[in-house]
């Protein structure tokens, strides 16, 4: 299980329970009558029989505890929401005890040990039900499992054994697509430089951070300042500093499209039992980018770039998919990364704004592949450059993204600063003249911007039901250059 960063901000965002009833999934051949029942949801049964995608949004917060059943191969057997939920898992031994919740649960044993269990009795949990769940004690990431065995009855709930198991077992042939915000309260913060300071906005006027930090709704800023020491191994000796800040308005965009796949591309879980798969998928993070940045003084680093994390953040943004939650885990690191020969001394300062998406799309012709797109727009505030040398120095965020605590998508968002200069210094004293020498310097000088975007997809993409990826997916290189300024010296 992940250690959790310290908590630096307010509580990660509410977990979540989902919304379509079990007549959602129900058969056009099922009775009236059936689709009559309590459970049923008028509204979603509306929605299957005109075909319509499921709706993907922010789970509610008043939904934290409920859970998502299907029991696939049998009749109405859809993901449906349910008034059970994960009281408690155990990672290693995947043992779940799930409760009712204020109906529904058997009276315990009077020693509270698990009882035998019998045939499995109308809305409790059974042999081969699906279940999706959002953060729960145990499962942090949330859970998706299926249920291999009941083991009986405990006082705090039905006591089941789980194995891994796909989304499709629990979407189907249902189709969703959607982009959620991450709300930026809800990561938790680690601080790993001293002068770190984290700023949010969201709606209702709330405010988190130093006073007067103007920062856009639904953003997140952190600010840092910091020296550039000089690199083990660098050439000369050096210093410089790092300032400024990098702000993002994260998203999270997830799509699935059930009822196409071919038998060509049936997956085989864990466990053994075969699933069709999607016809296609996507997973990836986007967002808005802003940041202003300075480098000041000589970088003594190496030709080898030296990266320095100076914050971590963490959440998990629980999406509402139909009638099923969805967990996501996005992590970012805000990073400053430097390289040079030590000799060019730069004053120098950049905006950049702009956007970005990275992510990962299946389709059954092609399989996964990568997304990789960002359009950035820069203006040098400040340029000087002086000596013969080159300097690059990036300040970036590394994020990934993943479904249940299975990382999918790994992206590095690195815009940066590059300036070089080459010239020559002369000086010529006349013989025997007590006059001061004369010293002329010619050359020229050059600052860039520009941006590296890569990354990778992983295996654990497989959790949508697609076929396994035999191996990380580079995401490839986006690079993009530009000259903000240059001169003679």
Request: aromatic share 4%; proline share 7%.
């Amino acid at each position: 299980m992940r250690k959790r960063p310290s908590r630096a901000l307010v509580p990660a965002l509410a977990a979540s329970a989902l919304l379509l009833a079990a007549g959602c999934s129900a058969d056009p051949g099922q009775s009236s009558a059936a689709a009559r029942t309590p459970d049923a949801g008028a509204s979603a049964t509306a929605s299957a029989n005109s075909d319509q995608p499921l709706a993907v949004a922010a789970a509610p917060a008043a939904a934290a505890t409920s859970t998502a059943v299907a029991r696939p191969g049998t009749a109405g057997g859809k993901a449906r929401k349910t008034s059970l939920k994960v009281k408690s898992y155990d990672s290693h031994t995947r043992r779940a005890v799930i409760s009712a919740v204020g109906k529904g649960t058997s009276s315990p044993s009077p020693t509270g040990s698990p009882t035998p269990a019998g045939t499995a009795t109308p809305g409790r949990t059974a042999v081969g039900d699906v279940i999706a769940s959002a953060p729960a004690p145990g499962a942090p990431d949330g859970l998706l499992a299926k249920v291999t065995k009941v083991i009986g009855e405990t006082a705090d709930g039905t006591e089941v054994q789980t194995a891994p198991t796909t989304l499709d077992t629990l979407l189907g042939d249902d189709d969703a697509k959607g982009t959620v915000p991450v709300d930026p309260a809800s990561f938790d913060v680690e601080r790993l430089l001293p002068d770190v300071k984290v700023s949010w906005a969201k709606t209702g006027d709330i405010h988190s951070g130093p006073e007067g930090t103007k920062v856009p709704l639904g953003s997140l800023r952190v600010d840092v300042a910091t020296k550039v020491a000089t690199a083990e191994g660098a050439p000369a000796s050096a210093d410089a500093s790092v300032s400024g800040f990098v702000q993002v308005k994260p998203q999270v965009d997830f799509s699935y499209g059930g009822g196409a796949a071919t038998a060509s591309t049936a997956s085989t879980a864990s466990n053994g039992s075969t699933a069709s798969g999607p016809g296609a998928a996507y997973l990836g993070v986007s967002g808005d980018w802003t940041s202003q940045w300075a480098l000041k003084g000589r970088a003594g680093a190496t030709a080898k770039p030296v990266r320095l994390p100076f914050a971590k953040l963490h959440a998990d943004p629980v999406l509402q998919v139909g009638p099923i939650p969805v967990v996501v885990n996005l992590d970012l690191t805000c990073y400053f990364e430097v390289s040079g020969d030590g000799r060019v001394t730069v004053d120098v300062e950049q905006d950049l704004k702009g956007d970005f998406k990275a992510g990962g799309t299946f389709g059954t012709a092609a399989g996964w592949t990568p997304v990789n797109e960002s359009h950035m727009d820069s203006s040098p505030v400040r340029t000087s450059v002086t000596t013969a040398g080159s300097v690059k120095a990036a300040l970036g965020a590394q994020a990934t993204v993943g479904l249940y605590g299975a990382v999918g998508v790994t992206a590095d968002l690195a815009p940066y600063l590059r300036g070089e200069a080459a010239g020559t210094v002369t000086a010529t004293t006349p013989v025997g003249s007590g006059t001061k020498s004369d010293v002329a310097a010619s050359g020229s000088w050059a600052l860039y911007g520009g941006l590296d975007l890569s990354g990778t997809l992983q295996i654990q993409l497989a959790i949508f039901g697609t076929p396994v990826i035999q191996h990380a997916i580079p995401l490839g290189t986006l690079h993009r250059e530009w000259k903000l300024a240059d001169g003679k010296m």
